[in-house]
């Protein structure tokens, strides 16, 4: 499929931050009929059959070659895998609002990890954005935000937290592997690998699902697989070839407030200071590290 119209792009842009940002809150719902393990499985096993479609009929089903194996592993272990199962038994002791700020601190993660690593250098603005970011951390972390005497709110954190730093393991890897088939052609044996491993540790970890399946609890299994995984995964593989690098990147600095909001309204979670300052603090720095990234990147217009 060809690359989108602008004005196309941009509006399926949007469509995707708000899929990701109201997901959030749906996977909070999801985690209270299910284990973590069987919600990010079933959910997957759902984005897998849309997708099977979606790229059938657009042509983009392939047969990976060797070479492309590695990131095929590396996005479906570290991103679809690990980050999934992670935010999904975060966000059990976490309300969804203040797991989304956490959850998106990745690119305050690759900004700190991949000069550590040699892989680029530390310029000013990532350096303020990592500060800015690490500030907002702290602010959203605070013992009047995050109540530090309940050993499951501070265990919910730290998965999320964890799960953000996989998700920047696997960012930092994908910079450095060389393509051989598109991220579009690959996405389907990422997410089939990931659904597979999902389905195996949820029936050794978890054993046989067990939930009372209502209409409730599949419209947020439709939504969060078909809408929120499926497609959002498939559209921002078009936003990419579509819109700048740069534009891409700051953009999806808008999930987090998307997921706020969507958090207020659907589970009547307030809004708190802490959580404002937080999520002011961190897109900031996320916006000023992935500036700092893409100028010294030399690519503040070319095609993801």
């Given at each position: 499929m060809n690359a989108l119209s602008p004005r196309a792009a941009v509006g399926l842009?949007?469509?995707v931050v708000l899929a990701w940002g109201v997901n959030w809150s749906v996977t909070k719902q999801l985690?209270?009929?299910?284990?973590?393990?069987?919600?990010s499985a079933i959910r997957s096993w759902i984005a897998l059959a849309g997708l099977f479609v979606i790229l059938?009929?657009?042509n983009n089903l392939v047969i990976p070659e060797r070479?492309?194996?590695?990131v095929i592993l590396s996005v479906a272990l570290l991103h679809m895998t690990i980050f999934s199962v992670l935010?999904?038994?975060?966000?059990r002791f976490l309300p969804a609002s203040k797991a989304i700020v956490l959850g998106y601190t990745t690119p305050l993660w690759v900004a700190i990890a991949a000069p550590l690593l040699g892989k680029e250098a530390l310029t000013a603005p990532k350096l303020a954005g990592a500060l800015l970011g690490l500030v907002g951390l702290a602010v959203i972390l605070n013992p009047t935000s995050i109540d530090?005497?309940?050993?499951?709110?501070v265990l919910g954190a730290g998965m999320v937290i964890l799960a953000a730093i996989s998700w920047a393991a696997n960012?930092?890897?994908l910079r450095a592997h060389r393509w051989i088939a598109s991220p579009l052609q690959l996405l389907l044996w990422q997410l089939l690998v990931a659904t597979i491993v999902l389905t195996v540790g949820a029936l050794l970890v978890e054993g046989p699902p067990h939930a009372e399946w209502s209409s409730r609890l599949i419209l947020l299994f439709l939504y969060s697989g078909l809408i929120g995984t499926g497609l959002a995964y498939w559209a921002m593989s078009m936003v990419n070839k579509s819109i700048s690098a740069l534009t891409t990147s700051l953009g999806t600095t808008g999930t987090p407030l998307v997921g706020i909001a969507s958090a207020a309204i659907l589970l009547g979670e307030p809004i708190d200071m802490s959580l404002a300052i937080a999520a002011a603090l961190i897109v900031t720095g996320i916006g000023l590290a992935t500036l700092g990234d893409r100028l010294?990147?030399?690519?503040?217009?070319?095609?993801?």
């Open positions: 842009f949007l469509i985690v209270q009929f299910l284990p973590p393990l069987w919600t059938g009929l657009s070479r492309d194996i590695p935010v999904a038994a975060g966000v530090w005497a309940n050993t499951n709110v960012i930092i890897y010294q990147r030399g690519q503040p217009a070319t095609r993801g």
